[in-house]
């Protein structure tokens, strides 16, 4: 089955340009909105399901094809191959986090990093420390949010630590970031969260975006 073609046989000019433009024409669309390139993937997603490791050669072939909807469709694919990734896996993922990066992409991987980082803790001091002190927004920005979905089991010393080294700066993707991380743990320890942005200087954007449900009743 060759899911390629099949996307390029559905392009669809007017709602390429549409996409393109939300995304400030950042990127070539085939113009494939969600529901139809899940529909039209379903087929050879499941086939993929089978996989006993993970097919980075196609993962890789995604990434490098021009149209934005390849690169979702690597996702899409790891999204479903997450339980195949081990720490191995984590020098690939930074490759695709620092490539053709923008938020759309880069916080979808962050769903795999996030699983990857829970079933293995050693991969948080070993790899996302490092990403927490890179030279790139983007894998700062995952070193911020890869928690989102941990809950009671987040690690606020690490969150704090995340936060604070990358908090000094007009980055509209890294303090929204910073908000969204405090915004979602907010949910589960309100008091925690209140006191961090109360103790800590952070930007306009990070404290309100994080004090979301603080004041909720």
Known sequence: MDVFKIFYKNRNQEQSEAMAKYMRNMFPFLGLKKPERSALSKEFLKIKKKDTRVDWDFIFKAYNMPEREFQYLAIDYMD???????????????????????????????????????????????????????DNIWLNRISIIFQ???????????????????????EFFINKAIGWALREYSKTNKEWVKQFIENNSLSKLSIREGSKYINRI
Not at 87 to 110: G, Q
Not at 152 to 157: A, E
């Open 148 to 170: 989102l979905k941990y809950k009671d089991k987040t690690d606020t010393d690490f969150l704090s630590k995340a936060i604070l080294h990358n908090s000094q700066t007009t």
């Open 80 to 134: 479903r191959a997450k339980s195949l990734f081990t720490p191995d896996d984590m020098d690939k993922i930074e490759i695709l986090l620092t490539t053709k990066s923008w938020w759309d992409t880069v916080d979808a991987i962050n769903r795999t990093v996030g699983y990857i980082a829970m079933k293995y803790p050693e991969v948080r001091e070993d790899i996302i420390l490092k990403w927490m002190k890179a």
